[in-house]
């Protein structure tokens, strides 16, 4: 598969997140996919045939509990799969013009590759994944990054039997593929329901890492709904399960023997697995699915706004008495959430019937949305409770001047800013605003920074010094301001003396 440095900037803390990075080649925040080859990749679910092979449990009152999930290995192993896929490697020009390997791409000990086509002279390059089969006719899934871009991929079957594959689609947003064989009566494995696993459950991963057919690795749900950087609609599931170069694609089982998720991204600052795994839930893998094999293609409901976590200190500024709920800090003009009449500031507690404890439950809900749904939103606007309906749109595949006006006194939030003059709104795409040009105490310990622009106080819109000094001077121990930097909005919570 293919590695990929991603970086997000946001404002947010220091106002900037590390992205996500390929397996192989990590950025500093050490976030990466586990790739194929000679990275580590991790398994994916799939749906699966009767049979309720379960980890036997032992247990002695006072004593942690062993686990042997020797039954689900021997029951659902052959239905685990190994993947070889052929690529092309991505080239770049050397220093005198000759073409040369590019040192951050996955072909340097993985697939598959992205990039322009390459010339015939360009070697061919080898990776490895795991895969599991969903049915017995042959229907396969595993991860997007294992296969995409291959010009070949190969299914090896627990028995040895080669079948060539036939990648039906793939989908990066949730790193889902499916393929499929031209076989009858296959192993399968089941399908497990991700919202009943529960975190310190024991979980197994069955691979190929580094290429070694159907090793079991065990471990614990370390986190549910998990947000990731550069992950928009995958609240994945942490584990500490051991996951490596070969990994991705393979299925995570739970007690039952279920498959709950696919192994996907791991963290890590050396290339290699150090205990933080994530897997993709297998429901939204199989909405995936679905749509792959019915119309080659992913179609995804989109609402038009930003939303951030509430945090305590958010959640005193705003007087919640309950920390759940995305956090509204933007609203794209024109979006299904403008007409539905969401503003910066709400805060989304219910979607539909399903209720949003973290603001990561909430691009999966809509992302899964058909297109054209009228959905109803519960949410919390100045401490009050109101429902709002939106329908649902579809998801198709964006510096201020300088000035010399003296800086206003810093004040209790330890922030100098001045009014946006109108050619800086057109060009930052706001109405009003201030300009931050220094920044002490609170402002400096939140992650303000020169250059910022302060949009609102606790959900009021800014427009002068004098305003924001006059409603820090009401607040209480904790305000939210509404900053942007860039493009970016978010809510920034300060602790106030």
């Not at 069955?206 to 995958?234: H, M, Q, W």
């Not at 800086?407 to 800013?417: I, N, P, T």
Request: charged content about 20%; glycine content about 12%; cysteine-free.
């Amino acid at each position: 598969m293919i590695r990929k440095t991603v970086e997000r900037g946001i404002v947010a803390a220091s106002l900037v997140a590390a992205g996500a990075t390929g397996f192989a080649y990590f950025d500093k925040s050490g976030w990466g996919r586990v790739d194929a080859a000679s990275l580590p990749t991790a398994a994916a679910g799939v749906t699966g045939a009767a049979g309720a092979s379960q980890a036997v449990v032992t247990s002695v009152p006072g004593v942690a509990t062993a686990t042997d999930f020797s039954g689900i290995v021997q029951t659902y192993g052959p239905a685990v799969v190994n993947i070889s896929v052929i690529g092309k490697a991505e080239q770049t020009p050397a220093a005198n013009g000759r073409p040369q390997m590019d040192p951050r791409d996955p072909f340097s000990g993985m697939l598959p590759f992205f990039g322009q086509r390459m010339p015939r002279e360009t070697p061919m390059v080898r990776g490895q994944g795991s895969g599991f089969i969903v049915s017995p006719d042959g229907l396969i899934l595993t991860n997007a990054h294992v296969v995409d871009g291959a010009s070949e991929v190969t299914v090896k079957l627990a028995d040895r039997r080669e079948f060539k594959a036939k990648v039906l689609g793939t989908d990066r947003q949730t790193d889902v593929a499916v393929i499929r064989i031209e076989a009858k009566n296959l192993p399968v494995v089941r399908l497990g329901d991700p919202a009943g696993a529960k975190v310190g459950e024991p979980v197994l991963a069955i691979g190929a890492p580094f290429g070694l057919e159907n090793t079991a690795t065990a471990g614990i749900i370390s986190a549910k709904s998990r947000a990731l950087p550069e992950d928009t609609y995958v609240p994945f599931i942490q584990t500490d399960v051991a996951v490596n170069p070969g990994n991705s694609g393979g299925p995570l089982f739970n007690l039952k023997g279920e498959v709950i998720g696919i192994n996907s991204q791991i963290y890590s600052r050396t290339g290699g697995y150090q205990g933080l795994s994530f897997a993709i839930p297998i429901d939204v893998a199989t909405r995936v699915q679905e749509q792959l094999v019915k119309h080659g293609k992913v179609t995804r409901g989109r609402l038009g706004v930003s939303i951030q976590e509430v945090n305590q200190a958010l959640a005193d500024s705003f007087g919640l008495q309950k920390l759940q709920g995305a956090l509204v800090s933007a609203v794209e003009k024109g979006s299904a959430a403008e007409r539905a009449g969401l503003e910066p500031g709400d805060i989304i507690v219910r979607f539909n019937d399903r209720e949003i404890m973290q603001s990561a439950d909430l691009p999966a809900l809509v992302a899964a949305t058909s297109p054209g749904t009228a959905v109803k939103m519960e949410i919390i606007r100045n401490g009050a409770t109101r429902v709002l309906t939106a329908s649902i749109a579809e998801l198709k595949d964006g510096s201020l001047a300088q000035s010399d006006s003296p800086k206003q006194e810093q004040g209790r939030l330890g922030l100098a800013v001045r009014p946006l003059e109108r050619q800086e709104q057109r060009e930052a795409g706001v109405a009003g605003g201030l300009l931050v040009e220094d920044v002490a105490g609170p402002a400096a310990r939140s992650g303000i920074q020169p250059g910022d622009i302060v949009l609102s106080v606790n959900g009021t819109p800014v427009t002068s010094a004098e305003q924001l000094r006059a409603l820090a001077s009401k607040a209480g121990r904790n305000v939210a301001l509404l900053v942007q930097r860039n493009d970016v909005k978010i809510f920034v919570p300060l602790q106030l003396g």
